[in-house]
Structures are given as structure tokens and as C-alpha cells.
T-cell receptor
């Protein structure tokens, strides 16, 4: 059974710092991996999707990497801003049915 | 562009009452549709998913049910709510196995 773990559960950094969020999964046979952002009381916003054949994806200040063999993904946020404060979730998809298995999330706080 | 709607945004219901949450998607056809629940401290749990009209798969046994009466409409229902049904309900869609997009959610409180 696939399990997704995100470490740390919470992170507080000063504005301007570069940071890395970690996601690990137990079964490397994934179809793709998706990173989301969730603001309090809101739905999820998709940030990046990495296909199983890809090593990384970039969008603006965000860069996500994927190492299937070791069961790991990282989300790198450059030059963090207070507006980046949110909970970040990673989720893996194991088949074409599209079901996502989520980690518990990392709650990020960027202090001005 | 595609958009996904959910209503109501918030709902307070007594134990034993019925439930109906609605989700609609615009700007795409034949989407895969999903219902998730996010309970406090328990992460996101997939409840149901559908790859077509009338095709529903249940992931977790419970007193909830789902229906897809139209291509872009997904409904979550219950005949009798339990206290444990409280949570944040999220609908999502995807085009096949590609990126999944989420709606704004419904906050359900069962009293």
C-alpha cells in the first residue's frame, strides 16, 4: 500500500530565504507526482506536475524534483515571500485512473 | 478555460439529517471527477471517483454515496449524517491521468 510522507510538518523561515520541502513515497511505481498549495479554509491550487519519466519541473520561483528509484520528491522555493505562507501538499498517482494519494502536508510560514 | 464549482460553501447540519453536495465543471468534457474529504489532522482522503456518467468507484466504506447524473456534475449524498462526517469536502477533476484541479470546497459541520 502506497504511503506518502512529508517532512517537516511545519516550517518557519525569514523572508528571502531559499527552502526545500520534502516528500517521500513507499512504492516507486508511480504514474506522476503533483505538488499543491492550500491556503487556510481554501481548496487546493496545483503548483507543479512531474511525470514519472521526468526529473524536474520549474515554474517561476518553484522547482520540483523527482527521484523515483529512491521514492523522493523535493519542492524548492527560491527567495521566499510572506505570500508563500500556506500548507504544501504532495500527492502521487499510481495508475491512469487518476486517484491521488496525499501526504499530510508541510505548513510553511514566511516571516517578514 | 476550465472552472470547477462547489456548493454550498458552508453547511451546518444536525446528526441524522440528509446531505447533498454538488460539484460542476465547466469548459471540459468527459472529465474524471473525484470527491475528497479533509478532516482535521487526518489529511486528504479520496472518497469516490468517476470516469464517466453513472460510473462510480468507492474508496472508503461509509454512509456516503456519490452520483454522476451528467457528464460534468458530481453529487455527494448521505441519507443520515453522522458526527464523524464533519470535514472539508473537496471536488476535483482531471483529464485522464493528467493534472488534477480542485474546487473551493464545502465546510460541513454536523452537530
Amino acid at each position: 500500500k502506497q504511503e506518502v510522507t512529508q517532512i517537516p510538518a511545519a516550517l518557519s523561515v525569514p523572508e528571502g530565504e531559499n527552502l526545500v520541502l520534502n516528500c517521500s513515497f513507499t512504492d516507486s511505481a508511480i504514474y506522476n507526482l503533483q505538488w499543491f498549495r492550500q491556503d487556510p479554509g481554501k481548496g487546493l491550487t496545483s503548483l507543479l506536475l512531474i511525470q514519472s519519466s521526468q526529473r524536474e519541473q520549474t515554474s517561476g520561483r518553484l522547482n520540483a524534483s523527482l527521484d523515483k528509484s529512491s521514492g523522493r520528491s523535493t519542492l524548492y522555493i527560491a527567495a521566499s515571500q510572506p505570500g508563500d505562507s500556506a500548507t504544501y501538499l504532495c500527492a502521487v498517482r499510481q495508475d491512469q485512473g487518476g486517484k491521488l494519494i496525499f501526504g499530510q502536508g508541510t505548513e510553511l510560514s514566511v516571516k517578514p | 478555460s476550465q472552472t470547477i464549482h462547489q456548493w454550498p460553501a458552508t453547511l451546518v447540519q444536525p446528526v441524522g439529517s440528509p446531505l447533498s453536495l454538488e460539484c460542476t465543471v465547466e469548459g471540459t468534457s468527459n472529465p474524471n471527477l473525484y470527491w475528497y474529504r479533509q478532516a482535521a489532522g487526518r489529511g486528504l482522503q479520496l472518497l469516490f471517483y468517476s470516469v464517466g456518467i453513472g460510473q462510480i468507484s468507492s474508496e472508503v466504506p461509509q454512509n456516503l454515496s456519490a452520483s454522476r447524473p451528467q457528464d460534468r456534475q458530481f453529487i455527494l449524498s448521505s441519507k443520515k449524517l453522522l458526527l464523524s462526517d464533519s470535514g472539508f469536502y473537496l471536488c476535483a477533476w482531471s483529464s485522464g491521468a493528467y493534472e488534477q484541479y480542485f474546487g473551493p470546497g464545502t465546510r460541513l459541520t454536523v452537530t
